[in-house]
């Protein structure tokens, strides 16, 4: 389906995760015990509650009434990796990047397609990366737009507080307007709407709105973003460890790459 995405930019960065245990189950005591017997608390006993911004196809999106996705499924099997439930809870991606949805307790893990920072990480402890991203411009198919210089005088949307926020206010004419949304949803209805001009964004997420054939993708950008899964900044060191060594358990026995081949394995 995403033809435009090569493989190995989302398995390059996960093939340098640590393997600090052995093995990918573990045991799950009154808050859970990661791999290797180091403990961690849990927002709630017996489940891994991951906190994402929903919807951002095709990283988290709801389905029949479930939640999937590439993060989803990783964040599944990762759960069940620990031999606890998974519980999700849909937050607005700017309170879960800056650390504040993570420093309340109102979740273990932020899983939405979130770069790693060093912004970020002043406030946010991330987990191994384990998807590489570029950021894209995404025009009606008809429009004149072929580059950032071709938006002068013009608008362009973005999301609130996400790094394709940034690069537009970083590269974009002077007197083009960057409107943020709070949400992918808010986004692209603005663009079907004719309030924006383009979406400036992940190029996975860009690339799904390009299936009808109504929009394209006019210009892809190198930014060597990667994604990674965040966690509280203090006392969640055990937790982090206990993931990285699910993550590197999912590359090895090829659970990652079937994930990964039913998101963007190109069609």
Do not use: W
Request: glycine share 10%; proline share 4%; with cysteine.
């Amino acid at each position: 389906m995403f033809s435009k995405i090569s493989k190995s930019l989302a398995v390059i960065a996960i093939g340098t995760l640590a393997l600090t245990a052995c093995g990918g189950g573990s045991e799950s005591e009154e808050g859970g015990e990661a791999a290797g017997g180091s403990e961690f608390d849990l927002v709630s006993p017996g489940a891994l509650t991951v906190c994402s911004d929903i919807p951002y196809e095709p990283f988290e999106y709801e389905e029949n009434g479930e939640y999937v996705g590439f993060d989803m499924d990783l964040m599944k099997e990762i759960a069940a990796g620990l031999d606890l439930e998974l519980s999700v809870q849909d937050v607005g991606f700017d309170g879960l990047q800056s650390g504040a949805v993570l420093a309340a307790g109102q979740c273990d893990v932020g899983a939405s397609a979130m770069t790693i920072t060093p912004d970020r990480e002043e406030n946010l402890t991330f987990a191994d990366p384990y998807y590489d991203s570029l950021q894209s411009l995404l025009v009606p198919a008809d429009s004149d737009v072929a580059t950032l210089e071709d938006l002068a005088g013009k608008s362009v949307g973005v999301q609130q507080g996400t790094t394709g926020e940034q690069y537009a206010r970083d590269n974009v004419p002077a007197d083009t307007e960057v409107v943020a949304f709070p949400s992918d949803a808010e986004l692209y209805a603005a663009l079907q709407a004719g309030n924006v001009a383009a979406i400036l964004q992940d190029l996975p997420v860009n690339l799904n709105h390009t299936q009808e054939g109504e929009y394209t993708i006019a210009a892809e950008f190198e930014t060597d973003e990667q994604y990674g899964f965040a966690f509280p900044k203090e006392g969640s060191e055990a937790l982090v460890e206990a993931v990285n060594t699910e993550l590197a358990e999912l590359r090895d026995n090829g659970t990652y790459d079937e994930i990964y081949n039913t998101y963007f394995e190109e069609q």
